[in-house]
């Protein structure tokens, strides 16, 4: 499965961004779908994860209650809705998959990453 992630950019402090992946493969529903970030000088973090049923679940403590993981089947697309955001939330923003019947957790497909910078 090829990944395309886009949305990102340049934002103030408090403002919002909607990241995107579309994924190029018939199978979509056989994937869990993962947004990861690594901001400079950092070890890449998982953000949210999402089954193929559509549960979601924001993993980092830091961003439960602003960042919502969704994905639409229909359109092979997961999204990231990220409100309020805050200057530590600059990073690279990757979105993964792994298949859900796989034995390893491991995500093991990636995109290619999306500059998210936001200015205090």
């Known amino acids: 499965v090829q990944l395309q992630a886009c949305g990102g950019g340049l934002v103030q402090a408090g403002d919002s961004l909607r990241l995107s992946c579309a994924a190029s493969?018939?199978?979509?529903?056989?994937?869990?779908m993962g947004w990861f970030r690594q901001a400079p000088g950092k070890e890449r973090e998982i953000v949210a994860r999402i089954r193929p049923s559509g549960i979601g679940a924001i993993n980092l403590d830091s961003a439960k209650g602003r960042f919502t993981i969704s994905r639409d089947n229909a359109k092979n697309t997961v999204y990231l809705q990220m409100n309020s955001l805050k200057p530590e939330d600059t990073a690279v923003y990757y979105c993964a998959a792994r298949l859900y019947t796989s034995v390893s957790m491991d995500f093991n497909f990636w995109g290619q990453g999306t500059q998210v910078t936001v200015s205090s």
């Open positions: 493969t018939r199978t979509f529903t056989n994937y869990d």
